[in-house]
């Protein structure tokens, strides 16, 4: 059986689509800048790696050896005046590379819009690498999305964060262009079926979910899954120079990218061919609502867990102590420190935390807030703890939850206080060589609308500053063990 190459395997729908493959049967190569940023993924040991650039043409004829399929999602997202051309001579040098190697087909992602209408240059630039990919000789699968919802695209995204942020939003005239957003799982299933369905070489299919919406309900609609009030006041005039400045500072997307993104939503992209259905029958795109519904299901400590934790060295180097993030829609502060003391000796310390024990660093600190969480109708402390030194998933820790155990190893509890949001607090314990352990403390906070941003931010001080003398406090209880 011939390999399944894929490019962009470090970017969203690559990320996505690789274990969908790798877990059907599919031999699959990637091909990537920089292998070290595969360090991690669970599919990792499971696919050939080879390292190169499309931009570098003699780079690419090793990957491409017993090739039967190559998958490129590969697209600029820069601002810059040269993306346009970067992306024909990146796709050139692919296609011919493809040609040499007689592989069978490309199946190319590309951007939903009508090629007949005035489209932004991103947009533009989409079609265009579709166009280039076809001409060299290799059959192109060319799929058309606009909007594609899932927790980390970039455009779902901006649309949560806008939301989640800003009760009220001035909105410019693209908020009411109309756009039909797909579900990231409706996307990969496009992709992978692509494989067995030879109907789809050589054909431009467009694709997208049941509904067909503006951005404005779009947001409507995320606000009210979330329970939020939300008020868009439209203005006459806001261009995308100023959008992309305001979108900069309301979300984690840089104005750089944000700038082509904003630019292309005075373009409704909605399907005109239903070509799709014809080809995948079996394929049945769900709507908004679902697609939503399903990426903010993502926001639980098991998908925090698997997702947006990054691999960890045996050793600190040149980390920083202390990390905080912001990643999709998720807020990420994580410590870690190295421990003279066995893993096992540092989770005995951890693991006892609560209860009569109390927390080690502050524990004033903790009751106050125990007695401010009972005041608002929250459990407090008065639940304390099952047993003095055993934990198990399902038990309750004061307001917390344990969520999940690994003896020795990492112990997660979900916050029950009354919060604007969800909380989750992770101590794991690593070796690291030479009897030593890393022990990474790490909180991940989901807020929830503006109050819980402010809650986050106001309070970041005081919860710094407690976290990092509870982190100090267990190395020390694990370095200088209590004879009891």
Not at 168 to 191: E, G, K, S
Not at 278 to 302: C, M, S, W
Request: charge should be neutral; aromatic fraction near 8%.
């Amino acid at each position: 059986m011939k390999n399944i190459l894929v490019t962009g395997a470090t970017g969203y729908i690559g990320g996505r689509l690789i274990p969908r493959l790798v877990n059907t049967g599919h031999p699959v190569r990637v091909f990537v800048r920089d292998a070290g940023r595969l360090q991690g993924r669970p599919w990792e040991s499971r696919v050939d790696v080879y390292q190169g650039d499309v931009l570098q043409a003699e780079t690419l004829p090793p990957a491409m050896q017993d090739v039967s399929t190559a998958y490129y999602l590969i697209h600029s997202m820069s601002g810059s005046d040269d993306f346009h051309q970067r992306d024909l001579d990146a796709a050139r040098n692919f296609a011919q590379a493809a040609r040499e190697a007689d592989v069978e087909r490309i199946i190319y992602l590309g951007g939903l819009g009508d090629p007949e209408a005035d489209l932004s240059h991103h947009l533009q630039s989409r079609q265009a690498t579709g166009n280039e990919l076809a001409q060299h000789g290799v059959p192109v699968t060319e799929f058309r999305a606009a909007i594609i919802v899932g927790s980390g695209s970039i455009s779902f995204e901006m649309i949560r964060y806008l939301t989640e942020r800003l009760p009220v939003m001035i909105c410019p005239q693209w908020v009411f262009t109309r756009v039909q957003p797909i579900a990231i799982q409706d996307v990969v299933q496009y992709l992978s079926s692509a494989l067995d369905n030879p109907a789809s070489a050589g054909k431009i299919i467009e694709i997208g979910g049941k509904d067909v919406l503006t951005y404005g309900e779009m947001m409507k609609t995320y606000a009210d899954i979330r329970g939020l009030k939300r008020f868009l006041i439209p203005v006459p005039v806001l261009t995308p120079s100023l959008s992309s400045h305001w979108v900069h500072w309301m979300t984690p997307v840089s104005a750089s990218i944000v700038r082509p993104l904003i630019e292309g939503l005075k373009n409704e992209v909605i399907v005109r061919d239903q070509r799709a259905a014809e080809i995948f029958p079996l394929i049945h795109p769900v709507g908004y609502r679902d697609a939503v519904q399903k990426a903010l299901a993502n926001l639980t400590a098991d998908q925090v867990e698997t997702r947006w934790s990054d691999s960890l060295s045996s050793s600190q180097g040149d980390r920083p102590p202390v990390i905080l993030e912001n990643r999709e829609g998720m807020i990420i502060e994580r410590r870690e420190v190295r421990v003279r003391a066995a893993p096992d000796d540092v989770y005995r310390v951890y693991s006892r935390l609560g209860g009569e024990q109390g927390w080690l660093y502050f524990d004033w600190a903790w009751r106050l807030r125990g007695f401010l969480d009972r005041l608002l109708g929250g459990s407090g402390l008065r639940r304390g703890r099952r047993t003095p030194d055993q934990v198990r998933p399902g038990d309750a820790v004061d307001f917390w939850r344990v969520e999940a155990v690994k003896p020795g190893q990492s112990l997660r509890l979900r916050a029950e206080m009354k919060l604007p949001g969800q909380a989750w607090l992770e101590f794991q314990s690593q070796p690291s060589g030479n009897d030593d352990c890393q022990l990474i403390q790490t909180a991940f906070f989901a807020p929830k609308g503006l109050s819980g941003f402010l809650y986050w931010y106001l309070l970041y001080p005081v919860h710094s500053l407690i976290f990092s003398g509870l982190t100090a406090r267990i190395k020390e209880r694990a370095e200088n063990p209590s004879p009891h």
